[in-house]
C-alpha cells in the first residue's frame, strides 16, 4: 500500500501515541483523580483520537472515498476542538492560581502551541519529506509534555 503522506502519517501517529501515554500516566500518577484530573485525561484521550483519525486521513488518501475523506478530517477537526475544551476545563475547574508551579508549564503549553500553528500555517518545509505539518506534529508533542507536567504538577482538588 502507498501512504500518500508517511512522515505525516507516521508524526501524527506519534502524537497519538505521546497523548495517549500522557492520559494513562496521569491518571496512574493522582490516586484520588480529582474532576480536574479526569478532565485533562479525556483531553489527552481524545486528543490522541485526533492524531490517529488526522493521520488516517493523510496517510491512506489514495485508498479512501472523498466522503470517507471528509468525515474523517471533520472528526479530526472537532476532535481537535473537543481536547482542548477539556483541557481548559481541567484547568479551569482546579485550584490553580498565578503563582502555582504549574501555572507556569501549562503558560508554556500555551506557547509553544501557538508557535506550532504559526508554522503549520506557513509553507515551512525542512526536507522534501518533512513539511509545516510533520513539524507541527514534532512541536505539539512537546506543548503536550508541557501541559502534562503542568496538570500533573498542578494542586488540582476541587475548588
Not at 17 to 29: D, E, K, N
Not at 30 to 51: D, E, Q, T, Y
Amino acid at each position: 500500500m502507498h501512504f500518500s503522506e508517511p512522515v505525516t502519517t507516521l508524526t501524527d501517529y506519534a502524537l497519538a501515541a505521546a497523548s495517549l501515554c500522557f492520559a494513562v500516566l496521569l491518571l496512574r500518577t493522582n490516586a484520588s483523580k480529582p474532576i480536574s484530573v479526569r478532565l485533562w485525561s479525556i483531553g489527552f484521550f481524545v486528543s490522541a483520537f485526533a492524531a490517529l483519525t488526522g493521520g488516517t486521513y493523510h496517510g491512506f488518501k489514495p485508498a479512501l472515498d472523498d466522503s470517507v475523506l471528509r468525515s474523517l478530517w471533520n472528526i479530526t477537526i472537532y476532535s481537535i476542538g473537543a481536547s482542548g475544551a477539556f483541557m481548559v476545563s481541567g484547568a479551569l475547574t482546579s485550584s490553580l492560581s498565578r503563582h502555582h508551579k504549574s501555572t507556569r508549564w501549562l503558560l508554556m503549553g500555551v506557547v509553544v502551541t501557538l508557535a506550532g500553528f504559526a508554522i503549520q500555517q506557513s509553507s515551512i518545509q525542512l526536507t522534501d519529506n518533512f513539511n509545516h505539518n510533520d513539524i507541527y506534529h514534532v512541536i505539539q508533542i512537546g506543548a503536550l509534555y508541557l501541559f502534562f507536567r503542568g496538570a500533573r504538577q498542578g494542586h488540582f482538588s476541587p475548588r
